[in-house]
């Protein structure tokens, strides 16, 4: 898919002001939107009669802290077409003070898990989320560990594990 195609240049008519850039690498188009549209404008793309993207094969987040960004993370969802055999990656971004987006997971059941993921590892609140809990940190874990500002040695999570030694062979 180009950015120059009839369904990108559709929807940068329909969703205007809420469209910030549209990027395109490798035959892949970015579209960044405002985050307060995000579900309209995947409720769209998903239902759109001439290319529907109606399968969400991932959804992640980027941290961008130290980076030079509008906000400090991204959500980030890749959208696939059955029907053209094509992609679409869609960057909504989120602010660190109010750090929370839609829940797509009425779209995409998929969603379900991966917005926990991204809820346990970044700390991405996902509004109306059926089940929003973490998937694979401890329930009682502080803190989101794929945060850039998270220490890289932890938090004194694994100093109460005991220490092992390897005895040599005699």
Known sequence: MK??????????ERFGDEILSVEEFRGQVAISVKSARV???LRALRD????????????????Y???DHPERFAVVYQLYSLLRNERIRIKA?????RCEIESAQALWGDANWLE???WDLY????LNHPDLRRILMPDNYTGHPLRKDYPLKGR???????????EEPS
């Open 3 to 12: 950015s120059s195609d009839p369904v990108v240049t559709r929807f940068k």
């Open 65 to 67: 802290l130290r980076l």
């Open 123 to 126: 700390g991405i609140r996902f």
């Open 48 to 63: 759109d009669a001439e290319c529907p993207f109606d399968m969400l094969a991932d959804l992640t987040a980027v941290d």
């Open 93 to 97: 971004y989120v602010g660190e003070a």
């Open 39 to 41: 579900l309209d404008i």
């Open 116 to 118: 926990r993921e991204v």
């Open 156 to 166: 004194g999570e694994r100093s109460n594990f005991p220490k092992y030694t390897v």
